[in-house]
Structures are given as structure tokens and as C-alpha cells.
């Protein structure tokens, strides 16, 4: 195999007041669950489909892995980033309690991140070993879909296309909408070890998101 298609898809919309969710676990609103349908239904069947465990992704992967009779991976790595003693907590109230250092995280995640969070580098160390782990799943596969978070698709991004990492800008400079799907492509070029990644598409799908010509699932 020397192509392979990678469909990022972030789950839709959530219960419960704006917040940095990280690990707390919410269900997908009504919306949410349409969001999802309609994403993931626009999309061929891929050939394996991971999830992140929390269930505002496992939920609807759950769905589609039934409705496309295939099984589903659930891959640890791939929760969002635990945002400490902030995370779950409503926004309005963090900018009541924390507005200095809420402000000081937006500005440079890296350097001023929640009491008790985790580190940006690990996160980002974490993420990329639960990449890792989907393509070493099976090496012939050319077509995997990965539920997962706005900050994990966010993290492999920066990485994988080589973005700026200064004070982790990217965190709040890429726009990840709910359900929105970011497609890359991997190319196994002669001489490297690792793919060339080419970002093919970013945002809400408009319509049937076939596989390139050159690339069979």
C-alpha cells in the first residue's frame, strides 16, 4: 500500500452549558446525534474505525461500527485532554472565578495551562501514541475514520503537518466545528519512513465525501 485516507471526526454538540469537557463524560444532545449522522453518513464504509472511550464518541462510533457491521477499536489515547480542576466546569463561571488565568490559557496554552491539567507536551505525546496505534492496526488498511475530540484533532494537526508549536498557539487558532471532519491524506514515498500527510479537507461536510480516485478501500 502506498496511499491511505484518515477521516478525523470530531463528535457533535453535548449536553450541558459550554466548558472545557476534557475527561468529564457527557452525552451528545439530540442535535448532537443528527450532527453525527450526518457526517459519518456521506462517508464510504471505512476499512477499521476507532473511537476515543468517552462516550460522546463511542456512542455514535457504536452506531455506525453496527450499521456498517464492522467492529469498533476503542483507543485510550485518544480521550480529550484533562483540563484539571477545570475541566466540566461552565465557562461563565471559570471567567467569574479564574479570569486572569483563564485568559493567560487562551493566550499561551502551553506556558499557563488549568491547576491540575495536563501537560500540554504530554498531551500531545499521548495523542501521537494513539495515531500510532491506529495505523499500526493493520498496514494494508487505506480507509480509517477516528472519532475522537476538537483538541486531539487539533494536536495531531500541528504535528503531523508541522505547524507552529509555539506556546501552543494552534490549541485555540484551528476551529474544529462539532461533527466536522478533517481529512488527510498519507503518502509512503520511496526513502521515508514515516508518511507524507496532506490535509485534504477541513469543516462541516457539504455533500458524499468519496476516496481519491488513485486510493481503493
Not at 4 to 20: F, K, N, Q, S, T
Not at 148 to 176: F, P, R, S
Amino acid at each position: 500500500m502506498n496511499a491511505a485516507i484518515v477521516d478525523l471526526v470530531r463528535h457533535g454538540a453535548c449536553e450541558g452549558p459550554a466548558c472545557l469537557r476534557g475527561h468529564t463524560d457527557v452525552s451528545l444532545s439530540a442535535a448532537g446525534q443528527a450532527q453525527m449522522d450526518s457526517t459519518l453518513g456521506v462517508l464510504p464504509r471505512p476499512q477499521a474505525l476507532f473511537s476515543s472511550p468517552l462516550m460522546r464518541c463511542h456512542v455514535p462510533a457504536q452506531r455506525w461500527a453496527e450499521y456498517w457491521d464492522m467492529p469498533l477499536d476503542h483507543v485510550a489515547a485518544l480521550a480529550e485532554m484533562n483540563f484539571g480542576d477545570w475541566d466540566g466546569v461552565p465557562l461563565p463561571d471559570l471567567h467569574a472565578r479564574a479570569p486572569e488565568a483563564l485568559a493567560a490559557f487562551w493566550a499561551r496554552p502551553a506556558a499557563a495551562p488549568p491547576p491540575g491539567a495536563e501537560g500540554l507536551a504530554a498531551f500531545e505525546a499521548r495523542v501521537m501514541a494513539g495515531w500510532q496505534a491506529c495505523l499500526s492496526s493493520d498496514r494494508d488498511c487505506s480507509h480509517r475514520v477516528i472519532i475522537t475530540h476538537a483538541g486531539v484533532i487539533k494536536a495531531l494537526m500541528a504535528t503531523l503537518l508541522q505547524l507552529g508549536h509555539t506556546d501552543g498557539c494552534y490549541v485555540h487558532a484551528l476551529d474544529i466545528p462539532y461533527a466536522g471532519l478533517v481529512r488527510l491524506r498519507l503518502d509512503w514515498l520511496e526513502g521515508r519512513t514515516d508518511p507524507l500527510v496532506r490535509l485534504l479537507h477541513l469543516g462541516i461536510v457539504q455533500g458524499a465525501m468519496p476516496l481519491p480516485t488513485d486510493i481503493v478501500a
